[in-house]
């Protein structure tokens, strides 16, 4: 199957300071990204949905402007966590899907990156 | 809504015993199915999928799922359970609507493999 790839898939920072993670889509074009949240032992909540070439799409209640989405080309999207707190510590999973935004269809998943805010 | 009910948190079952995990979905018309499963720590990896056709679909690992439109159900099945099995599995629903094309996923089902 496809692979996609996070990065970092772990990092410990200060609070208040910001931290970019990296979603690749490693063979294959990905015209939507996801990126979810997940606490932990719980199920994983959507944040947002990231379009290549446009604004992403925010789920309710999730602040925009602390978590910025960038999906600048096909084979990449970034969420950058601003102006961290230690309530910001989760495990941040993007998914990509191939093909046609309107077609539901397989995700395909990174492994996950572990933020810890001190 | 589209909702997804797991209805068991925790399951636990004995080597080589069989499983079956409960997933119930609510939507008018039939949504796309799927069975992730996730490793401590780890992201996810898809088991199977149901699309449309034959509502029984075979996964890797030896998993299978039956789509039964009248329960709304699509509950995992494997005859005999491995202990490498053992991780969180969860069932989600992709609908195709006017606002959007998403997947929404159950709370998940813990699994635990006795030796």
């Known amino acids: 199957g496809a692979v996609v790839s996070q990065h970092p898939s772990w990092v410990i920072c200060k609070s208040g300071t910001s931290v970019k993670i990296e979603c690749r889509s490693l063979d294959f074009q990905a015209t939507t990204m996801f990126w979810y949240r997940q606490f932990p032992k719980q199920s994983l909540m959507l944040m947002a949905t990231?379009?290549?070439?446009?604004?992403?799409?925010?789920e309710q209640g999730v602040e925009k402007d602390k978590f910025l989405i960038n999906h600048a080309s096909l084979t990449l999207s970034t969420l950058t966590v601003t102006s961290a707190h230690p309530e910001d510590s989760s495990f941040y999973i993007c998914s990509a899907r191939a093909g046609a935004r309107n077609r539901a269809g397989e995700l395909f998943f990174g492994e996950g990156s572990r933020l810890t805010v001190l | 809504a589209q909702s997804v009910t797991q209805p068991d948190i925790h399951i636990t079952v004995s080597e080589g015993a069989s499983l079956e995990l409960r997933c119930n979905y609510s939507?008018?018309?039939?949504?796309?199915l799927f069975w992730y499963v996730q490793s401590p720590g780890q992201g996810l990896q898809l088991l199977l999928k149901y699309f449309s056709g034959d509502t029984l679909v075979q996964g890797i690992k030896g998993f299978e799922a039956e789509f039964k439109r009248s329960q709304s159900s699509f509950n995992l099945r494997k005859p005999s359970v491995h202990w490498s099995d053992a991780a969180e599995y969860f069932c989600?629903?992709?609908?195709?609507?006017?606002?959007?094309?998403?997947?929404?996923f159950g709370t998940g089902t813990q699994l635990k493999v006795e030796l």
């Open positions: 939507y008018g018309a039939t949504p796309y």
């Open positions: 990231s379009n290549e070439g446009s604004k992403a799409t925010y």
């Open positions: 989600a629903v992709n609908i195709l609507t006017g606002g959007g094309n998403k997947l929404t």
